[in-house]
């Protein structure tokens, strides 16, 4: 095989250059290296960078804003957009999938356990009997490098006993809630509010941004199971429902 042949059989494997201009920037925006609202550089930028056309940078930053990941802004350029989930009202979901959903790596910390018994306001939310034994769990989940979600939860431990031998260091206490422990009934609140000055250095946004804040308690053969506070960025997530109409019933 001549050179020349050689070297048209291994140009042929390399992917087309717009492919590899759309899978550098992906891959920064994913890894967390360029966050959301970075502006990455300009197409003439690009072309200058990868040696190669207008045509061919404009075709993958078309393909990076029909994927979502960034958005163009007149005058100004292109920005990582904010990821921005979905999630059904009436499920019980896993937020590990709301995260990769946006094609995004997941990651989970907790904060804070504590082994308590229930107070005067744990009792009148969850109808517990003094002196419930209760876990009381913080954690944040990651989309990326960015917080997703704030999560404050309380378990009832006598409706989940396991739970007082479960650090939660490795699983977030709601996906190993799910695995383990069947329930009959659940209530979702759903507010918004401004986030107070925990909420938002937690979340890394600014003290009164707003917030979307789903509550929601789940209970088994009527014990209650749990109690969840889900804090989002506003802009970042909203909330899906799916229904039928009712048709008033015809008089015989």
Known sequence: MSIDQEKTRT????PPLH?????????RILSGE???????????????????????????ITELVKRGLIERRRKSGSYVTHPHAQSAVLEIHDIRLEVESLGLRYRYEKRTR?????????????????PAPLTEISALHFAGAQ??????????RVAVPEAADETFDDIAPGAWLISRVPWS????????????ARAADL???????????????????GVYITHVRLTYPGEKHELVAEFAPSYPKQSA
């Open 11 to 14: 140009e042929a494997k390399e």
């Open 19 to 27: 492919r590899r201009i759309l899978e550098d920037v992906e891959g």
């Open 34 to 60: 360029w966050p959301p609202g970075h502006r990455i550089p300009f197409e003439h930028e690009l072309t200058e960078q990868y040696q190669c056309s207008r045509m061919t940078v404009n075709k993958a």
């Open 114 to 130: 504590l082994d308590r018994v229930a107070k005067a306001a744990d009792r009148r939310l969850m109808d517990l009997p003094e």
């Open 147 to 156: 917080p997703f979600c704030l999560e404050d939860r309380l378990i009832n």
């Open 185 to 196: 009934a659940a209530e979702h609140r759903i507010r918004a509010v401004g986030a107070d």
């Open 203 to 221: 979340l890394a946004i600014a003290p009164g941004t707003a917030c979307l804040v789903v509550e929601r308690r789940t209970w088994s053969g």
